[in-house]
């Protein structure tokens, strides 16, 4: 496989004589946010981290995808947390597509760098630090963890994708392929977060139609998107969020490689709602 590119945002504002027609929209089945709309002006501030911005790209939302929350963080030099995480029953998984990102757990540091990853579970006591001289960039996946009765919580992970071969999916010659950071059949893993690569040209041939919630964020390259009814243009550093069941497939444009980030939450039954009656 050719080098590996991950876009990052750098934040700013758009010149005053830019047009405001832009490739932005939220619709019932999915949400498209282009790269341009990563702004200063829409950056977060949260608790406890030290000279650090977010951008929010996607949270739980009634009526829409409920089950996990993805930001893009940014840390100066010097900066981060020794309390990132407030909630103690989220998991968290981390990809940085910028700089160098420090991650402490259990007495033992992880220097992550562009590709990678790192699966934190939940209550666990991580740090993160940026303790190189330029910015860190990463994503970062919370979601609440469902806990089964008989399974144990994952042990945390720290890879790079640079280390793992993709898997081709069945009939593609590689065209179109899958870079996993945990094993599928591992049922502690409530969530999943993987690389798709598209070869200029390969297609996912069908509309996936499922009741996993995604999030993707375009790490390089450019697609036609099948997003419910539609199809949009997505280029790297775009966003699409994507509520149960939404409708997709895609084209890859070419000339080099389409790559995302792909979120999905897997591996649990549905949680029934209402007053329903449940005989022994």
């Known amino acids: ?9 750098t934040g700013g504002l758009p ?3 830019q047009l405001l027609t832009g490739r932005a929209v939220f619709t019932e089945a999915y949400a498209v946010i282009p790269k341009g709309v990563m702004s200063d002006i829409v950056a977060s501030l949260l608790p406890f981290w030290d000279n650090t911005r977010a951008w929010v790209l996607s949270r739980p939302l009634s009526g829409f995808a409920e089950t996990f929350s993805q930001y893009i963080m940014e840390i100066a030099p010097g900066g981060g947390s020794d309390r990132p995480e407030p909630d103690a029953g989220a998991e968290g998984a981390l990809f940085v597509v910028e700089g160098e990102l420090t991650i402490a ?13 790192a699966f934190l579970p939940p209550a666990s006591k991580w740090t993160a630090r940026n303790e190189s001289g330029t910015p860190v960039r990463f994503h970062w996946v919370r979601k609440a963890y469902d806990y089964v009765d008989g399974i144990d919580v994952p042990e945390a992970i720290f890879a790079n994708e640079k ?9 593609t010659e590689g065209k179109w392929a899958t870079t996993r950071f945990v094993d599928p059949a591992d049922l502690r893993h409530d969530m999943h977060l993987t690389i798709v690569t598209l070869e200029p ?24 998107y099948r997003l419910n009814q539609d ?12 509520r149960a069941f939404c409708p ?3 084209y890859a444009g070419g000339p080099g490689n389409f790559r995302y980030l792909l ?13 329903a009656v449940r005989r022994p």
Request: with cysteine.
């Open 231 to 242: 199809w949009v243009e997505v280029e790297a550093g775009d966003y699409m969020w994507l």
């Open 201 to 224: 040209g390969a297609v996912i041939p069908f509309a996936e139609t499922h009741v996993m919630e995604h999030g993707l964020y375009v790490l390089e390259g450019k697609a036609v």
């Open 163 to 171: 280390a793992i071969a993709p898997s081709p999916m069945p009939g």
């Open 1 to 9: 496989m050719a080098d590996r590119t991950y876009y990052a945002p």
């Open 248 to 250: 997709q497939a895609c």
């Open 263 to 275: 979120y999905k939450d897997v591996n649990r039954h549905m949680k029934l709602g209402g007053a």
């Open 105 to 117: 757990l259990d007495g033992k540091k992880h220097v992550l760098q562009p590709g990678g990853f």
């Open 15 to 17: 010149p005053q004589t």
